[in-house]
C-alpha cells in the first residue's frame, strides 16, 4: 500500500465505469425482500468478521473476503438541471433498465464525511482501488458529504479541492456523485453561497460532479436522487426542492430508486435520529432535524427502495424500515460516514435495531445492483468485508 507521501497528483483522470457480476465465493447470502420482511431459512444473511460485532436482529457467521470476476461495462447518466426546475422532472428520471441487457449490473461505493486530507482517507481510497478492481471496476463513487472540514471551501480555486479529494483519490478513476454536507456549509453550516464553489468546481475536475445542490442522475435498472439535507435542517429552500423531490421520484419508473443525503433517517451513532438529533426535542428544528423527517416522511418514505447518508461517522445498516405515504416500496437504511474517521456510538432513545454496526474503524459499502437486486458489502480499513445483505424485489 502506497505511503501518504508517495502519492502522485492527479488533477485530470480518464473515467471509466465499469460493471461487474455478482459475488460469488463462500460467503453466504440470503435476501432482504421489498416489504421489507427477512426470508426464511438459508435466505437470511449477516455475516462478520470475528473481530467485528454489532447487534443484530439477523443470523451472523463468519465471512471471508471474496472477489469477482471482471463483468460486463456499465455506465451512468447524469443530468444536471437548476435548482428546483421542476420542468426538468422528465430527464432526470429517465429509467436505468434501458441502459444495458437485464442481466447487467450496476457497481459503486457509498461513502462519506472523509474530507480531511488525513492517512486514514488516503487508506480507504487504497482499499476501495483494490475492491474495485478485484469486482472487476466500480462505475462512480457516490460520496455522501461533509467534503471539506471543517469549514467547506472558500472559493472554487481553495488548495483544500486538491489536498482533501484530488490527492487522496488520485489513482481512483472513476467519478465522484458528490452530496453536500453541513460542513460544505461552513462549521455553523448555514453559508449557503460557499455551495456555488463545489458546483463550480465541477467545471474544472473530470472526477468531481455536482451539477446543482440537489439533484438526480441514472444508472443501470436504477434512478438515483441527490437531496441537500442541510437545508432541510434550517427549513432553507425546503418547498422548492421537496417538489423537486416529489417530481423527481414520482416520475421514474426505473426498477430500483436510491436516494441519498447526508443526514440520516435512522442513527446509532452521536447525531441520532432525524426529529430527535443529538436528543433534542423536535421543536428545537435546527438541532433535531424535524424538517429533515418531516420531508423524507413525506416524499421519501415508500417511494425508494433505500437511503445512503453519513453524518455520523461510523457504518451501520438499522433493522426499521418505513413505508407509507403513498408509495409501494419499503425503504432501507444504511449509514456510511466513516470515509476517513470514527465516532462513538451513543443510542439515542435506547437506539435502534441492527443488522450490523461499527464504529472502530473507517471504511465503506459497496453496492451492486442487478434487475431483482441490490447486493451490499461493507468493508472496513484492512480490506476486510465485514458484512453483506441483499434487498430483493
Known amino acids: 500500500m502506497r505511503s501518504l507521501a508517495s502519492r502522485s497528483i492527479a488533477l485530470t483522470l480518464a473515467v471509466l465505469p465499469l460493471a461487474c457480476g455478482d459475488s460469488s465465493g463462500g460467503v453466504e447470502t440470503g435476501e432482504t425482500g421489498d416489504t421489507g420482511t427477512e ?8 455475516t462478520t468478521t ?11 457467521s463468519s465471512t471471508e473476503e471474496t472477489s469477482v470476476d471482471a463483468g460486463e461495462e456499465s455506465s451512468t447518466e447524469e443530468t444536471s438541471a437548476d435548482v428546483g426546475d421542476e420542468d426538468t422532472t422528465d430527464s432526470e428520471t429517465d429509467t436505468g433498465e434501458d441502459t444495458g441487457e437485464e442481466d447487467e449490473v450496476l457497481t459503486f461505493i457509498a461513502m462519506g464525511d472523509a474530507g480531511e486530507g488525513n492517512e486514514e482517507q488516503y487508506l480507504v481510497a487504497d482499499i476501495v482501488e483494490q475492491v474495485c478492481a478485484d469486482k472487476g471496476g466500480c462505475a462512480f463513487v457516490l460520496y455522501l458529504g461533509d467534503n471539506f472540514y471543517d469549514d467547506g471551501v472558500e472559493s472554487v480555486d481553495d488548495d483544500q479541492f486538491q489536498a482533501k479529494f484530488e490527492l487522496p483519490y488520485a489513482d481512483l478513476d472513476m467519478p465522484f456523485h458528490i452530496v453536500l454536507g453541513n460542513h460544505d456549509y461552513g462549521e455553523l453550516s448555514f453559508l449557503w453561497e460557499k455551495s456555488a464553489y463545489e458546483i463550480e468546481y465541477s467545471d474544472y475536475s473530470d472526477k468531481w460532479s455536482l451539477p446543482s445542490e440537489w439533484y438526480g442522475f441514472t444508472g443501470a435498472h436504477t434512478d438515483f436522487f441527490v437531496f441537500d439535507t442541510t437545508r432541510f435542517m434550517w427549513n432553507h429552500d425546503t418547498s422548492e426542492q421537496q417538489n423537486w423531490i416529489d417530481d423527481a421520484i414520482g416520475g421514474s419508473t426505473a426498477t430500483w430508486k436510491i436516494a441519498a443525503g447526508h443526514h440520516p433517517y435512522y442513527s446509532n451513532g452521536a447525531h441520532g435520529n432525524a426529529g430527535s438529533y443529538e436528543g433534542v426535542p423536535s421543536w428545537i428544528e435546527q438541532v433535531s432535524g424535524t424538517v ?7 416524499s421519501m418514505c415508500g417511494k425508494v427502495d433505500l437511503y445512503l447518508s453519513g453524518h455520523d461517522h461510523n457504518r451501520q445498516w438499522v433493522t426499521p424500515t418505513c413505508a407509507g405515504g403513498g408509495g409501494d416500496r419499503t425503504t432501507h437504511f444504511i449509514v456510511s460516514g466513516a470515509g476517513c474517521k470514527t465516532t462513538d456510538f451513543e443510542y439515542h432513545d435506547g437506539g435502534n435495531d441492527v443488522y450490523w454496526e461499527d464504529d472502530t474503524t473507517p471504511g465503506f459499502t459497496l453496492l451492486q445492483v442487478s434487475a431483482d437486486t441490490i447486493h451490499t458489502e461493507i468493508y472496513d480499513l484492512e480490506g476486510n468485508l465485514n458484512y453483506e445483505r441483499d434487498i430483493t424485489k
Open 39 to 46: 426470508t426464511a431459512g438459508e435466505d437470511e444473511i449477516g
Open 292 to 298: 429533515v423527517k418531516e420531508v423524507m416522511d413525506d
Open 50 to 60: 470475528d473481530d467485528e460485532s454489532g447487534e443484530s436482529s439477523a443470523d451472523e
